[in-house]
């Protein structure tokens, strides 16, 4: 028997959300938690509920999508997230899976894609909709192409890497420190071993170089 996994829908359509969560209930194994209209009620939604999964809206009133799930990593709340768009932007969809986006689904695919999302999403995998699978190609085209360019990438640690993806999202020694659980002059010595590694010279050239790959990393 597959374990219920619970779900949390924020849209500020509320036809929209009414049909997405017929569809999201029509499978048994998931189930609707809560709803909201706008990012702050989805937050304290969140708080409350604790759902496995987010399918949040990236436009929404008072918190938008990404300062949600940036709120969710700085809550360290344990739950994966969907991304529902109208857009089918490029540079969004790399801002989106820069900050751990799990899913990211076009809002025109969104009742038949919804249910393939959360079972991948669920089954810890990524989705993203059929129609954007070339912005994911780019991503790692321009992936392959900075290892190629700055072979110091691949002797990074796996911690380097994701402390200079945090550096890329202007976060602090200390800031880090604390999301990774480590003193912050731990972190500063992995900072000077990253830049050695890349050949990286002066106080500011890991955030520029962090800021100029950020989506390649």
């Known amino acids: 028997m597959e374990t219920e996994v619970s779900v949390l829908i924020a849209d500020d359509h509320p036809v ?13 194994i998931f189930r609707v938690v809560a709803e909201a209209d706008d990012g702050r009620s989805a937050l304290e939604l969140i708080r409350a509920h604790r759902p496995r999964i987010a399918v949040l809206d990236i436009h929404m009133p008072e918190m938008g999508g990404f300062d949600l799930i940036r709120e969710i990593k700085r809550e360290k709340l344990a739950v994966e997230v969907i991304f529902l768009t109208m857009y089918d932007d490029e540079s969004m969809f790399n801002a989106a899976m820069d900050l751990g986006a799990k899913g990211y689904v076009l809002k025109d695919s969104a009742i038949s894609d919804i249910i393939a999302s959360l079972r991948s999403v669920a089954a810890n995998r990524p989705y993203i909709s059929p129609a954007l699978s070339g912005f994911l190609l780019s991503r790692s085209e321009r992936a392959t192409r900075l290892a190629s360019q700055q072979p110091g990438l691949n002797l ?62």
């Open 156 to 217: 990074l640690t796996a911690t380097e890497r994701r402390i200079l993806k945090l550096v890329s999202e202007y976060k602090t020694s200390k800031e880090i420190a604390s999301e990774l659980h480590i003193h912050y002059r731990t972190v500063d010595n992995h900072r000077t071993n990253i830049s050695q590694k890349l050949g990286l010279k002066g106080s500011h050239a890991l955030l520029k170089f962090a800021l100029e790959h950020k989506s390649e990393i």
């Open 16 to 28: 929209f959300r009414r049909g997405l969560r017929q569809v999201i209930e029509s499978e048994s």
